[in-house]
């Protein structure tokens, strides 16, 4: 009964609490780059011979960017937060990967704005936009990744209630990311169109209820 | 008492963690968003012959949206808090559903801004201001409402201690909301003040002790 | 044993539930406003003759208006924080009461931006920024001491280990706010400068060790 | 095993509390404060002879700016967290010493954006730019090794179950943060890029695994 009362070495309640203020800090980052994302929607100005019902259908190219960096974000957080419940310790490394991570979810709302900006020009603007902003989920892909696989493989972080199964089947979900958006980033080079079409088609794909 | 106590097997404290951290996450999107609408109301320019307690005086439209978006989020709030209280387990579709009710949250800085520009002009502008305002209003309770169906009559997540009375409460209380917003629209056509001043006093009837 | 181990009616924990979201909501928006202070500071531009020290320095109404409402924030939430430790449960009017505090709170950065660009001009407009700036502490005030009072001798919500004479003193410690930033109002008649220095020495005497 | 297994007096309880809400408010303005670093990144204007990508690459500073003051705060936060874990008690002078660290690093998106424009341009103003933010890092290390020095030295609140061994080492590793950044200011009159390889350097450290 003693055992059931209280913790009878405090080592697991540290690192539990370990575990919990990281999540609770990447999850403040998410949500506040997730929210950040509509500061780069400008109110559009409508001159003497406009109208502002065209002036906010022309804006789809923001709306467009809005839903897709929110959507990928949002299914981001829902992996990470299962990626944390399944590891039961931090060390440093995991810590670092994770802020490198976090470093690079807050960058989001810079390429977001420049595709919105440039996505209605086309042409070379659009590949250099569309450059940056796959450019940049291929990194937090690879993050993502290595942090898994650092946890599972190498630092053995991972809860020792979790069986193997689970963490094969989580390596096999998690390693498609990196090299689809990797190969979207060649695939623009025969237009950026195929690329974001992937880009919101991955989102989307994911909130479908066959993807669980 | 050992099952009173501790527990057998993991998904019970599984699933509690899950909401808590869906509850933390839409917190912060939502206290995020609320927080943002500040930054949408512009320092004003006085020229020569000006004064600025006039400025700040003509500025009433970004006071005005400021307030009723500050308050309508955190009605939604309050709800939000209540109807994750009720529920208690979450599954994939649920997940969806609350990230595209944050996304439409989080969007409602850009429609609040719109609003209190075009606010002082009135004509067609205020009329296209108003159908964004509104539209978004819209979709919220849609999407909102959508949330508590399918939690509540169609994956079967409500807790085990909400009575069924609760839940039928919980509905005639959730249900008026998508055709209130949704009538605000057609309403526009004969003045736009007609909408504005329903989003309003919707904000304040709820604060209002008795709607408890 | 029974009742020290386990609850028997599910209500005091669904309360303290309330309250704790109650704190996290309200942390996260005292938190955000807090941070969104920094960007009402745009960058300086230096022109042929200029010299970037020079227009840095020349922003001292910028870092004057960040600190003073950055350090009158982190007070106001450290009392805040102090208020609901001794409130135990929470009920419709509250919820109310805070969140109108908190559309209060998250709307500073407009005063505090206001205040820096029209203090270096003086006159009139500076009279005007410190209305705005001294009337929404003034509002806060309000709304804080009303919380107090509220959940203290009217909604009968503070926790039952509380003494009488722990309740007595918080509200000796409340009661001056409201007389303190009214009273600044008037004395701007005289020159904004005393209200001003006022908020500025009501920040920094709290920070004193003596204030305890 | 009673005063073990539960509590006699609430205050233990109460202070946990304490420090806890400490830590998420830090947590919480620290999270804000590192994802509001992207918003200083405006999105770049193309010319009629210029490309897209040749303006992405010409804003490395802003990148440089950004990726350096992201991972310091992000190596801040990970060394307040370990400080917060060993310190049981706060008392009001922890919690102002707590707030002035806050109010700087909540500070860090101005001289960042500030460091960004003014990178480009060299001479003064990138002199001038530096001393803005080395100061405002000098300061961080300043009133960080004060919290800590007055947790352990002079306020006792240090948790009981910390060695002095382990105080020794947190000591020795949080001393050398204050000479570091003030010696980083006057070898700027050489040129400033000594000062901001350094900002970069003890970031990238940090993050290496041997600093562990």
Known sequence: MSARGAPTHDDPAAHHTDTSRLEAFSDGVIA?????????????????SGSLSRELLRLWPSYF???V???????????????????????????????????LIAFLPFPT??????MKDGGDELFAAT????????????VYGA???????????????VTDA?????TRRY????????????????????SLALYAAAAIFYLLPLSE
Chains 1, 2, 3, 4 share one sequence.
């Open 113 to 118: 704005a420049v595709l919105a900006e440039y």
């Open 175 to 194: 390693l498609p990311g990196t090299p689809f958006y990797a190969l979207t980033l060649p695939l623009a080079l025969i237009t950026p169109w195929i």
């Open 131 to 142: 450059m940056l902003y796959g450019g940049t989920f291929t990194l937090i892909a690879v």
């Open 166 to 170: 689970r963490i094969a089947s989580r």
């Open 69 to 103: 960096s929110f959507l990928t974000i949002g299914v981001l957080w829902i992996n990470h937060h299962a990626m944390l419940k399944d590891i039961g310790r931090t060390d440093h490394t995991l810590l670092v990967l994770n802020l490198i991570l976090l470093m």
């Open 32 to 48: 506040i780059a997730i929210t950040l994302l509509v500061l780069e929607i400008g109110v559009p100005h409508v001159d003497a």
């Open 65 to 67: 960017g809005y839903a």
């Open 147 to 161: 942090m898994w696989f650092y946890a599972a493989y190498v630092g053995c972080l991972i809860d020792e209630h």
